[in-house]
């Protein structure tokens, strides 16, 4: 493949997967700008509490779609896909698990689950309804992060990304039109969300109805090997996306001890727009992964170190731009989602949104790293830098950072974190490039 042409096609898939991830993320992004106007503070409290929840089932939609379409990537690139069937099948049993598991958890744990995420009596009633209805809706989530990360290896970019670009202005018109005309609260904007991902599911289906797919269920029984390579190559995926659940958690109950529900209301801001500042990252690296798995199929590594490089030019390039943007408009960010025009509130996003995002370039580094390792199928080494940025690290950071200097330390936890990771990730190239 000339280096123009693959240039080229990495520029199309990273940009279609940027603007559907960018999307994808604005479901919260939504629901966080009308929970703020339509229920004020303790609403917007109530919504980040709730968060985690989401991160983990959308993790765990991201974590199958990964795994399962690495290897439909990598087979195609090495056989034809002769595979394809039965990895596809298999996918979607460990999706319809999970999603049952899920589903179980929103009946009978809801209660016990949001008294475990900290919501306090002034929060208590929105939280729960916000995260039973979000677990009732797990398997669309699920079923949807699957499909869409086959449709997209399976060379139909185009359709992923407007699937997911529908399905989140969906939302936003959802969103509107249950909070407001409909004074539906916080049950509104959750039903926005989960119906979201439904309609995204039926734009996914003209990939079948057109006959174009090269994968498709098959009479086959649930294979071990399969099922283990599916979780452990798209478990950095998982670690992607609930490490800003963990960080969420974390940094609530932090918060809550530091300034209360109004401290909690202002990390909902900053946490929200880092899911859309990570949704960048980690389109660009979905958008390279079908390369990369496909070059390393086809046993051309320097095409696929090619394509990682394009990849972490892209991400440092973007998170330059991004940081700027932040840093000079913080005061008008912070306003959008303020309402009550509490200067607390407002004092604590403009200082969160000018320290938090320092993370932004590392951030980028990393999360290209380890869909790097994925899509080359070293699990380890993707499982390893995934863990460190997304637990090992920004808890211990949290922790340690806050209880030295507050809430400007508390700030301070992730980038700390991510640099750590950073350093660890220049280790594994180090001892890769020396092998």
């Not at 990304?161 to 936003?172: I, T």
Request: include cysteine; aromatic fraction near 8%.
């Amino acid at each position: 493949m000339k280096t123009t042409e693959l240039f080229s096609d990495f520029l199309r898939y990273a940009a279609l997967n940027v603007a559907g991830m960018v999307g994808l993320s604005c479901y919260i992004l939504a629901d966080t700008f009308f929970v703020s106007r339509g229920l004020g503070t303790q609403g917007l409290a109530a919504l980040n509490l709730a968060l985690p929840i989401v991160s983990l089932v959308m993790g765990t939609g991201m974590m199958l779609g990964m795994g399962g379409a690495i290897q439909y990537a990598v087979h195609r690139g090495r056989d034809g896909g002769e595979q394809a069937g039965a990895i596809f099948t298999n996918t979607l049993f460990l999706a319809l698990a999970a999603a049952l598991v899920y589903v179980a958890s929103g009946l009978f744990l809801s209660r016990p689950l949001t008294l475990l995420l900290g919501a306090d009596q002034q929060v208590f009633a929105m939280t729960h309804t916000y995260l039973k209805v979000i677990l009732l809706f797990s398997p669309a989530f699920i079923l949807n992060h699957t499909l869409l990360a086959f449709v997209r290896n399976d060379g139909a970019p185009q359709l992923a990304s407007l699937a997911m670009l529908v399905g989140s202005l969906s939302n936003v018109l959802l969103d509107y039109l249950f909070i407001f005309p409909l004074d539906m609260g916080i049950f509104g904007a959750v039903l926005a969300t989960g119906i979201a991902p439904v309609i995204s599911m039926a734009i996914l289906l003209l990939h079948r109805l057109r006959r174009r797919n090269g994968f498709h269920l098959v009479r086959t029984r649930l294979h071990w090997k399969t099922a283990r390579a599916t979780c452990s190559l798209g478990f950095p995926s998982l670690v992607n996306e609930l490490s800003s659940g963990i960080v969420m958690l974390v940094f609530n109950t932090l918060m809550l001890s530091l300034l209360g529900n109004v401290g909690v209301a202002a990390y909902g801001i900053v946490a929200n727009l880092a899911l859309v500042v990570i949704a960048v990252f980690t389109g660009v690296a979905q958008g390279a992964q079908p390369l990369i798995s496909r070059s390393h199929g086809q046993g051309r590594p320097d095409l696929a170190r090619r394509v990682l490089g394009y990849g972490l030019t892209v991400c440092l390039a973007m998170a330059g731009v991004i940081y700027i943007l932040l840093a000079l408009f913080a005061p008008e960010v912070a306003a959008l989602f303020n309402s009550e025009g509490d200067p607390v509130l407002a004092a604590t996003a403009v200082e969160g949104l000018r320290l938090y995002f320092l993370s932004a370039p590392l951030a980028g580094v990393n999360i290209m790293a380890a869909t790097y390792f994925a899509a080359t199928q070293q699990a380890l080494p993707a499982q390893l830098l995934s863990l460190l940025r997304g637990l090992f690290l920004v808890v211990p950071a949290a922790l340690l950072l806050s209880a030295l200097w507050g809430v400007w330390g508390l700030w301070l936890a992730l980038p700390a974190a991510e640099l750590a990771a950073a350093l660890v990730c220049a280790v594994l190239f180090l001892r890769l490039k020396k092998s």
